[in-house]
């Protein structure tokens, strides 16, 4: 739409404008001599078209298209943009032309009306630059152009000037990415499509790039009607969607009401279905989708062969916990069974395991009886889910409550009480009990990985075990003998451990080579940090889409863990050159910014607990090093004396100027 209220039609060979209500033709251009229009750029009042290598510059104004200048270029044009800039002005004329080439791959600003070269950026390689882009952000504006290999690249552009400065590099896909500007909230937005959808906008002058749970969409456009008002329409290869813009800038998260407590969660990617342990009070029927799906079974082995609905009544007339097993469809969250266990069984772990082809759920249970300190029954089931019936396909009780499960080289791992136990499993033969270590207080968190074992204890920190499979047989070689309450633990790598416990630290330990047997059985602490939460849960994983343009990764894994309190952090694992870098700048940052309560950083992030205080080592704090983005650039000029890192990946270090702190940890908090 135009400043008159007429609507601007792009032709192949002509320009229209045309009246909104009559659609009419009100006034047309054409190219005088006969040129194939490839590529236009307009507003509500300038369009600026292209021909191979030519530019043509027109004005929208009374209700007429005037051509006012043309330009030809050394290179064919592959995009063009004439966004305005000037966002408190609220000018529909903008002062300059964005084009990108195809040959040299350059992103180029002009004058308007005159077209006067005033900046050039070379992008170098061999990919065609494909969409160019003009935004005003809060504060700041930007010139963005992307690659045919899903490259972005975005640099600071002066409304003033036209100057470009700062380039920065992200690659959203793989794909070809198309540019398109458009506001919500009462601000401006970018969506970039591609293979991997993504939606820009700026969060306290920070540009943030949010993904969207969309594959493959080839083109947006802003919709905005009575029926569907601030909605986003999507051209995707299977049709049209039209959806909103709120839901697309949030983070991805959906929310599943139960009406019942979810205690632990396993996914199942053969059978896309989600295995979760789930635990309600009796009294509650009513909104619970234990009781309101229509496959329900019990373990009946040990219930004496109760019916569901008589199981229901005894269970509300003892005011009892109920524990279930849920399948829930990955796609529709739909439930699509559940089975109880039994009276005063309670489900404490469970997992996917894949065995002879074949894919099953592992549960862990307890039998709860108030007068005993601890679990002295439970069992080990295995359950298989053919698409429309959950099976019990075996059953082992054990002396003890079985807190965790896992694999270990194909057989089922659990921790019992105090012992470690490994289970051969035979769908024909069912569980049967190859090997034990009985040397943990209580073996409350497993990790495997390939023969090497990672046990929490309740009370003893952690231990390493190695199954020897040939021998059929647990042995372990290395211990932290420290007493720290463990309350979640997760393998690194071969030598590498991380711990969290009670009193709120994480603390890493590694396992040491050496002449002495003493000094082999030792894990060493290598790291410790105050959290300030109690992290009660690890995953290997990523709250964002792995860059795939081939760069050396910053972080070379990241671990994910969930608190208590509800919070969810990552956990990244670094080189020693850039963990050098940042432990300088942390250390620089904790002088200069001016912490909650006046706490030192120092003491704050300490590790602590009831018997001792010690100061942290081997972790840096990214909460602290991302303050750095906050502050005014003449604490950042003061803070970048005397730091040095191989910031252009040429293997020489060099000192580092703002704008490379700046865009270094810019990508760090990319990670998450």
Same mark, same amino acid.
Request: one cysteine or more; charged letters at 25%; hydrophobic letters at 35%.
């Given at each position: 739409?135009?400043?008159?209220?007429?609507?601007?039609?792009?032709?192949?060979?002509?320009?229209?404008?045309?009246?909104?209500?009559?659609?009419?033709?009100?006034?047309?251009?054409?190219?005088?001599?006969?040129?194939?229009?490839?590529?236009?750029?307009?507003?509500?009042?300038?369009?600026?078209?292209?021909?191979?290598?030519?530019?043509? =510059?027109?004005?929208?104004?009374?209700?007429?298209?005037?051509?006012?200048?043309?330009?030809?270029?050394?290179?064919?044009?592959?995009?063009?943009?004439?966004?305005?800039?000037?966002?408190?002005?609220?000018?529909?004329?903008?002062?300059?032309?964005?084009?990108?080439?195809?040959?040299?791959?350059?992103?180029?600003? =002009?004058?308007?009306?005159?077209?006067?070269?005033?900046?050039?950026?070379?992008?170098?390689?061999?990919?065609?630059?494909?969409?160019?882009?003009?935004?005003?952000?809060?504060?700041?504006?930007?010139?963005?152009?992307?690659?045919?290999?899903?490259?972005?690249?975005?640099?600071?552009?002066?409304?003033?000037?036209?100057?470009?400065?700062?380039?920065?590099?992200?690659?959203?896909?793989?794909?070809?990415?198309?540019?398109?500007?458009?506001?919500?909230?009462?601000?401006?937005?970018?969506?970039?499509?591609?293979?991997?959808?993504?939606?820009?906008?700026?969060?306290?002058?920070?540009?943030?790039?949010?993904?969207?749970?969309?594959?493959?969409?080839?083109?947006?456009?802003?919709?905005?009607?009575?029926?569907?008002?601030? #909605?986003?329409?999507?051209?995707?290869?299977?049709?049209?969607?039209?959806?909103?813009?709120?839901?697309?800038?949030?983070?991805?998260?959906?929310?599943?009401?139960?009406?019942?407590?979810?205690?632990?969660?396993?996914?199942?990617?053969?059978?896309?279905?989600?295995?979760?342990?789930?635990?309600?009070?009796?009294?509650?029927?009513?909104?619970?989708?234990?009781?309101?799906?229509?496959?329900?079974?019990?373990?009946?082995?040990?219930?004496?062969?109760?019916?569901?609905?008589?199981? !229901?009544?005894?269970?509300?007339?003892?005011?009892?916990?109920?524990?279930?097993?849920?399948?829930?469809?990955?796609?529709?969250?739909?439930?699509?069974?559940?089975?109880?266990?039994?009276?005063?069984?309670?489900?404490?772990?469970?997992?996917?395991?894949?065995?002879?082809?074949?894919?099953?759920?592992?549960?862990?249970?307890?039998?709860?009886?108030?007068?005993?300190?601890?679990?002295?029954?439970?069992?080990?089931?295995?359950?298989?889910?053919? /698409?429309?019936?959950?099976?019990?396909?075996?059953?082992?009780?054990?002396?003890? #409550?079985?807190?965790?499960?896992?694999?270990?080289?194909?057989?089922?791992?659990?921790?019992?009480?105090?012992?470690?136990?490994?289970?051969?499993?035979?769908?024909?033969?069912? !569980?049967?009990?190859?090997?034990?270590?009985?040397?943990?207080?209580?073996?409350?968190?497993?990790?495997?990985?390939?023969?090497?074992?990672?046990?929490?204890?309740?009370?003893?920190?952690?231990?390493?075990?190695?199954?020897?499979?040939?021998?059929?047989?647990?042995?372990?070689?290395?211990?932290?003998?420290?007493?720290?309450?463990?309350?979640?633990?997760?393998?690194?790598?071969?030598?590498?451990?991380?711990?969290?416990?009670?009193?709120?630290?994480?603390?890493?330990?590694?396992?040491? /080579?050496?002449?002495?047997?003493?000094?082999?059985?030792?894990?060493?602490?290598?790291?410790?940090?105050?959290?300030?939460?109690?992290?009660?849960?690890?995953?290997?994983?990523?709250?964002?889409?792995?860059?795939?343009?081939?760069?050396?990764?910053?972080?070379?894994?990241?671990?994910?863990?969930?608190?208590?309190?509800?919070?969810?952090?990552?956990?990244?694992?670094?080189?020693?050159?850039?963990?050098?870098?940042?432990?300088?700048?942390?250390?620089?940052?904790?002088?200069?910014?001016?912490?909650?309560?006046?706490?030192?950083?120092?003491?704050?992030?300490?590790?602590?607990?009831?018997?001792?205080?010690?100061? #942290?080592? /081997?972790?840096?704090?990214?909460?602290?090093?991302?303050?750095?983005?906050?502050?005014?650039?003449?604490?950042?000029?003061?803070?970048?004396?005397?730091?040095?890192?191989?910031?252009?990946?040429?293997?020489?270090?060099?000192?580092?100027?703002?704008?490379?702190?700046?865009?270094?940890?810019?990508?760090? #908090?990319?990670?998450?």
């Amino acid at each position: 739409m135009t400043s008159g209220d007429n609507i601007i039609q792009i032709c192949s060979n002509c320009i229209r404008l045309l009246d909104s209500h009559t659609l009419q033709t009100v006034s047309e251009w054409k190219p005088t001599t006969g040129e194939r229009i490839d590529h236009v750029g307009c507003n509500k009042t300038q369009c600026v078209v292209s021909d191979g290598n030519v530019i043509t =510059y027109l004005s929208i104004e009374g209700g007429h298209i005037k051509q006012i200048s043309r330009v030809e270029l050394d290179h064919d044009v592959a995009c063009v943009d004439i966004t305005p800039l000037d966002l408190l002005e609220k000018s529909d004329v903008s002062k300059y032309c964005a084009v990108g080439c195809w040959v040299d791959g350059s992103i180029r600003v =002009y004058s308007l009306p005159d077209f006067q070269q005033l900046q050039t950026h070379e992008l170098g390689g061999e990919i065609v630059v494909k969409s160019i882009l003009m935004c005003p952000f809060e504060d700041s504006s930007y010139l963005m152009a992307t690659l045919g290999d899903g490259s972005l690249f975005y640099c600071d552009i002066d409304p003033e000037t036209g100057k470009l400065s700062k380039k920065k590099k992200i690659a959203l896909g793989i794909h070809s990415t198309t540019l398109q500007l458009f506001h919500a909230f009462d601000a401006n937005h970018v969506f970039a499509s591609s293979d991997r959808p993504t939606v820009i906008y700026s969060n306290s002058n920070k540009l943030v790039f949010s993904t969207v749970n969309m594959q493959d969409v080839n083109h947006m456009c802003p919709l905005n009607t009575g029926a569907y008002p601030d #909605a986003l329409a999507l051209a995707s290869s299977s049709g049209l969607i039209v959806g909103s813009v709120a839901a697309i800038q949030k983070l991805h998260i959906q929310t599943i009401p139960l009406g019942e407590s979810p205690k632990r969660i396993a996914y199942q990617e053969a059978t896309s279905t989600y295995g979760i342990i789930t635990m309600r009070n009796s009294n509650i029927t009513a909104s619970s989708v234990s009781t309101l799906c229509q496959n329900i079974t019990d373990s009946s082995d040990v219930i004496n062969g109760m019916d569901p609905d008589s199981r !229901l009544k005894k269970d509300a007339a003892n005011n009892s916990e109920v524990h279930n097993l849920l399948i829930m469809d990955k796609k529709t969250y739909e439930v699509l069974h559940v089975h109880r266990f039994a009276p005063t069984e309670w489900g404490l772990s469970v997992f996917s395991y894949h065995c002879n082809d074949k894919d099953y759920f592992v549960v862990g249970t307890a039998f709860v009886n108030e007068e005993d300190s601890e679990s002295k029954d439970g069992r080990v089931i295995v359950f298989r889910w053919d /698409g429309t019936t959950l099976n019990q396909v075996a059953s082992h009780d054990v002396k003890g #409550a079985v807190s965790c499960v896992t694999e270990v080289c194909g057989k089922i791992l659990a921790g019992i009480n105090n012992k470690v136990t490994v289970f051969e499993f035979k769908e024909e033969d069912g !569980l049967k009990v190859e090997c034990k270590y009985h040397n943990t207080l209580m073996a409350v968190y497993l990790r495997s990985r390939g023969q090497f074992i990672l046990v929490g204890d309740l009370l003893r920190s952690m231990a390493l075990l190695v199954y020897k499979q040939l021998e059929g047989r647990l042995e372990d070689i290395a211990k932290d003998y420290k007493a720290n309450w463990m309350t979640q633990v997760e393998i690194l790598d071969d030598d590498t451990f991380l711990g969290a416990e009670h009193f709120n630290n994480l603390f890493v330990c590694t396992k040491e /080579g050496g002449m002495e047997e003493e000094d082999r059985r030792l894990l060493k602490l290598a790291g410790q940090f105050h959290l300030g939460e109690n992290a009660n849960v690890f995953r290997e994983g990523s709250l964002v889409l792995k860059n795939p343009s081939g760069a050396p990764p910053l972080v070379h894994k990241t671990i994910l863990y969930g608190s208590s309190t509800g919070a969810i952090g990552l956990i990244g694992c670094i080189e020693k050159p850039l963990f050098d870098l940042l432990l300088t700048l942390q250390e620089a940052l904790a002088r200069t910014v001016t912490s909650i309560g006046c706490i030192p950083h120092n003491v704050w992030r300490g590790f602590h607990n009831d018997r001792q205080k010690e100061p #942290a080592k /081997g972790f840096i704090d990214g909460d602290l090093i991302e303050r750095f983005l906050d502050l005014p650039r003449s604490e950042m000029t003061k803070i970048c004396v005397d730091l040095f890192y191989d910031f252009d990946g040429t293997g020489m270090k060099r000192e580092g100027t703002v704008d490379d702190l700046v865009k270094l940890i810019e990508d760090l #908090a990319r990670i998450h």
